[in-house]
């Protein structure tokens, strides 16, 4: 069964570091761009990052752009995502999510996250 | 960045109805536009991507259209299952964007 788990979150104080693990099983890893979305409590999803498969291209939404930085390790099948200077408003949720790309009678990709982790919990707090 | 606006932000609704959901791009999008839903305490699930795909394994009640930067998300016949929170979310740009949401609750 494919399945992405993530693990890492807990409690930090602000101004602390955290890296969040996804592992993923059951399908080729390294074939797929992966991303990171965050839930606040109460609260939407919202985008946070994104990278390609081969890990040549990231990209972050603009508040925590210069905090946070995701990777990956096609060896291991793993996502990270790298968190540090965490403020209160970086409490959420964070679910990492397989982006799979859809293609039409044309040829042109369509992507959405047809895989979604179970999400682990940040909380940033005194 | 593309904002995403959804609409209404919550609609109480009986099994059986015919549900809409809006949700309105700021700029054009072509069908780069993907619907979820999420359960309380669950993560999303894929509905419908490239705006009018139904996802496999989701139900034919669903459907999504698109006309120029409006998309809609169409449930034909409620089932008491339905009743959760739904969100579009566009692909069209690598800095992806959700709507605020959509919560359908039973009336």
Not at chain 1, 49 to 74: C, E, L, P
Not at chain 1, 91 to 101: H, N, P
Not at chain 2, 57 to 85: K, M, N, W, Y
Request: aromatic share 12%; proline share 3%.
């Amino acid at each position: 069964e494919v399945q992405l788990l993530e693990s890492g979150g807990g409690l930090v104080q602000p101004g602390g570091s955290l890296r969040l693990s996804c592992a993923a099983s059951a399908f080729s890893f390294s074939s797929y761009a992966m991303s990171w979305v965050r839930q606040a409590p109460g609260k939407g999803l919202e985008w946070v990052s994104g990278i390609s498969g081969s890990a040549d291209r990231t990209y972050y939404t603009d508040s925590v752009k210069g905090r946070f930085t995701i990777s990956r390790d096609n060896s291991k099948n793993t996502l990270y995502l790298q968190m540090n200077s965490l403020r209160a408003e970086d409490t959420a949720v964070y679910y990492c999510a397989k982006d799979r790309s859809y293609y039409d009678y044309s040829g042109y990709p369509y992507d959405a996250f047809d895989i979604w982790g179970q999400g682990t919990m940040v909380t940033v707090s005194s | 960045d593309i904002q995403m606006t959804q609409s209404p932000s919550s609609l109480s609704a009986s099994v059986g109805d015919r549900v809409t959901i809006t949700c309105r791009a700021s700029q054009s999008i072509d069908k780069y536009l993907n619907w979820y839903q999420q359960k309380p305490g669950k993560a999303p699930k894929l509905l419908i991507y490239a705006a009018s795909s139904l996802q496999s394994g989701v139900p034919s009640r669903f459907s999504g259209s698109a006309s120029g930067t409006d998309f809609t998300l169409t449930i034909s016949s409620l089932q008491p299952e339905d009743f959760a929170t739904y969100y579009c979310q566009q692909s069209y740009r690598s800095l992806y964007t959700f709507g605020q949401g959509t919560k359908l609750e039973i009336k």
